[in-house]
């Protein structure tokens, strides 16, 4: 079955260090996702892209970037782990179009930044 | 005030019940509508989309959108152990590939007591 998956699912890391967070999906989705998620904010996109070489920031952008070389990843990358990148983070991918417009999530990448 | 609003709860109810779960928002341009479980340390797993308004029904599950006062509700009939997760609301104004973007609702936790 085609899925969507991240990893790892749990990281402890420290401050100030790169981190990147791994997204693989193959249902061969153009349309690409980043959310975190967290108490009293709910689901916030971090940065989306619509299609290979394609990126976009979100609402809370600041901190991270991401690429994207092919069609089936979506890497999440955060430059300087900071303690208030304290999160869950999940990947999403849509078809985008008809009845398949919504967002389909994975299972979600915890990370903690000490 | 937000974009959407959804009551966090927690919702308890006893097994068999009817969980009743509502989302108001306040841009009208929205059109497509979406209902997530999303299960302890887990990711929103999709349960209902709705384009427009009316009813939908899908095994216990019926999703009701009222575009005119701006509501959409979720009714989960007899209602198990296994149906208590936070639900979230999310909606849209058109086509994610076109840069709508989903705005998703805070979450209600729900729990089923045997």
């Known amino acids: 079955d085609a899925e969507i998956t991240q990893s790892p699912r749990h990281k402890i890391t420290e401050t100030g260090r790169q981190v990147t967070l791994a997204c693989h999906q193959t249902w061969n989705h153009n349309n690409m996702f980043w959310y975190r998620q967290d108490l009293g904010h709910g689901l916030r996109l971090i940065h989306y892209s619509y299609g290979v070489q394609d990126t976009n920031k979100g609402e809370v952008s600041d901190g991270y970037s991401v690429s994207r070389s092919n069609t089936e990843d979506l890497p999440l990358t955060l430059e300087s782990a900071a303690s208030s990148q304290t999160s869950v983070y999940f990947c999403?991918?849509?078809?985008?179009?008809?009845?398949?417009?919504?967002?389909?999530f994975g299972e979600g990448s915890w990370l903690t930044v000490v | 005030q937000k974009e959407v609003e959804q009551d966090p709860g927690p919702l308890s109810v006893p097994e068999g019940a009817i969980v009743s779960l509502n989302c108001t928002y306040s841009?009208?341009?929205?059109?497509?509508f979406m209902w997530y479980r999303q299960y302890s340390r887990k990711g929103p797993e999709l349960l209902m989309y709705?384009?427009?308004?009316g009813n939908k029904e899908d095994g216990r599950f019926t999703a009701q959108v009222d575009k005119s006062s701006k509501y959409i509700s979720l009714f989960i009939r007899d209602s198990q152990p296994s149906d208590s997760a936070t639900y979230l609301c999310a909606m849209t104004g058109g086509p994610v590939a076109a840069g709508n973007k989903l705005t998703f609702g805070g979450g209600t936790r729900v729990l089923v007591k045997p």
């Open positions: 999403a991918s849509s078809p985008g179009t008809g009845s398949g417009n919504t967002i389909y």
């Open positions: 841009n009208s341009a929205f059109q497509y």
């Open positions: 709705t384009y427009s308004s």
